[in-house]
């Protein structure tokens, strides 16, 4: 079953001066991880901000085409606050909140009107559980999240995403900034957590898409040149471009 499907998608930058996203058409199954990877610019970003309206916050942004979550166009009738939590998203760079581990956690819950304390110590409990972090911060929820490593600040990113309950997770580069042992760490993460939750990750790392991704889509400079099983999109490329990239002659 398809869980997002974006069809003949443009997107343009500047009103108009820069067409960065031509005509994409997409399709991402429910609960597998899809990877978009390409050159430098190639609009993969720009293409993981449409799955929750994150380009809807720069000026001069023109998009048109469809895209659906679960059968629903979500650029029509739709509270983008509700969306962003339904689509919930990671960042190259750690970004926690300046306050403790556990209101990190709690803060989008808080922000809902939730105070229960019971409710608040469960879900704090469950969301750090399932972002492997439980174990390593138990005993020091009230701790600055700053004092956490970068690996650790991005497990606890993840966390306060799952806090919120999401069906999917967008992830731009969530490793590019770890060291290979904390990559190693998020990326098994992914592998849990696609059990539940439909993954989008931009990466640079055609390794990491390879090690981690169902589906890989293949850019270059706006267009999708190719979308497939990452399997066979890395052995048995159906377009030129797409085997001059994985095989290292540009990028
Ligand atoms: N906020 C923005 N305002 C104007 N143009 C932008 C903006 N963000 C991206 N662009 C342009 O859109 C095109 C695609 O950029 P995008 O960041 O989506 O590519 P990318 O494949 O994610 O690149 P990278 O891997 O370097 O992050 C580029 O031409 C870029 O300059």
Redesign the pocket.
């Given at each position: 079953m398809n869980k997002i499907s974006i069809k003949d998608l443009n997107l343009y930058?500047?009103n108009g001066a820069?067409h960065?996203l031509h005509g994409i058409n997409l399709d991402i199954p429910a609960r597998q991880v899809t990877a978009l990877i390409?050159?430098?610019?190639?609009?993969?970003?720009?293409?993981l901000r449409c799955l929750n309206r994150m380009n809807d916050l720069?000026e001069?942004?023109k998009i048109d085409g469809l895209v659906t979550l679960d059968e629903q166009d979500i650029y029509q009738n739709v509270d983008v606050a509700s969306l962003r939590i339904k689509v919930g998203m990671v960042f190259q760079k750690a970004n926690p909140f300046p306050m403790s581990i556990y209101d990190n956690i709690a803060y989008g819950l808080r922000a809902q009107g939730v105070t229960d304390k019971k409710t608040l110590n469960e879900v704090v409990e469950r969301s750090l559980r399932s972002a492997a972090l439980w174990d390593e911060v138990k005993d020091r929820l009230k701790s600055p999240a700053f004092g956490l490593s970068g690996g650790q600040q991005q497990r606890l990113c993840i966390a306060r995403t799952i806090a919120m309950e999401p069906d999917v997770i967008l992830m731009d580069?969530p490793t590019s900034a770890l060291d290979p042992i904390a990559t190693k760490k998020i990326e098994d993460l992914i592998q849990t957590l696609k059990q539940k939750y439909t993954i989008v990750i931009?990466t640079?790392s055609m390794q990491q898409a390879r090690r981690i991704s169902d589906r890989t889509a293949f850019?270059l400079m706006?267009d999708l040149v190719e979308h497939n099983n990452t399997n066979i999109l890395f052995s048995t490329p159906a377009d030129d471009r797409t085997r001059g990239y994985v095989n290292g002659d540009f990028g």
């Open positions: 930058y500047g820069n960065a390409g050159p430098s610019g190639c609009g993969k970003s720009t293409l720069i001069g942004v580069e931009v640079h850019f706006g």
